[in-house]
């Protein structure tokens, strides 16, 4: 059986596609281990979830911040990534993965680097249409680029991988497993896999109204369901889900961020979505077009500046109205996993610039 080291993490956005994968691979008698940051991270929690081995190293992420905080953290990339690096060359020297795939991100860096230290192929993929740097960095060490954007030039487009799981849950189920009428209108927000406080302050504020009109399912982010309100029978406050498929299938309207996953889950399972965008300065811009290719598809798009809740109130009030998204359907599991075997048979190696 050939063997796949997958890396990345951080964010859901990083870990979810690497995890989507698992079916189309095992079909094609591959199996795979986890690559990330050391310690209790999500993607080591993901990983062990999904039964899979986990590997960690050290990681640090480059902050686009001028702070005394951030400069120091900066200073620390270059001695980390190092360390992290040696430990990941460790780690793919004892495995002997046949590929390493990078769904990219500051966890996934060491293991890119290591694979093009060792040889060994890797295949990066890119979920938003301008990429990351260490997909930028895998490239420019010889590594096979996909892409989820069309249209973008930066590699091969293959779509976005969604896990097969999402698909397979039932309504009546969903809403009896957290205590919801089959007869409520559900709006299910939620800003990622660590939350998103302008979401969480915006919804606050507007819960009175919102709960004369709908049940709210709101996925807050670690550690801060509590600075939140309390439960009550209109408003279940979760601080993380790692079964998203039950909160789709719930719920009839969707508030989000604007992330690739969350657009590409969202619009695979045709749900009403109302998305807010990470804001340029906050991040590097890539919510954006996400964003507007979601509009194309029939998301109502809000943007973050002025005052956010009463921009969201009068569109939510109406969200249930909303047409669902246009579905987009495409085999980017299979399309990614055929790939990832094609180059395996290959032997094509990281920096062999003859592929």
Known sequence: MKKILLAGGGTGGHIYPNLALLPALSRLDIEAVYGGEEGDSAEARAAKRA???FYGVPCIKL?????PAGVDNNLSVPRVLSAGKRAAEKILSEEKPALVFSKGGFAALPFVLAAAALKIPVICHESDSTPGLSNKIAKIKGAKALTAYPGSSFGEFVGMP????????????ARASLGIPSTENVLLVTGGSSGAQALNDA????????????VVVHVTGRGKAEKGRARSARYIPLEYSDDMGTLYAASDAVLSR??????AELAALGKRAVLVPLPKGISRGDQIPNAELAAKHGARIVTQDGDLAAKLLPVLLHAFALPPMTRISSDANGKIASV???TMRRGVKCNDKKR
């Open 51 to 53: 039964g899979l081995d």
């Open 258 to 263: 604007a992330g690739a996953t969350a657009v």
């Open 63 to 67: 902050v686009r911040s001028f702070s």
């Open 340 to 342: 990832i075997d094609v």
């Open 162 to 173: 969604v896990r097969e799981e999402l698909f397979c849950k039932n309504r009546a189920l």
């Open 203 to 214: 919804l606050l504020r507007m819960l009175p109204e919102l709960e004369e009109r709908c």
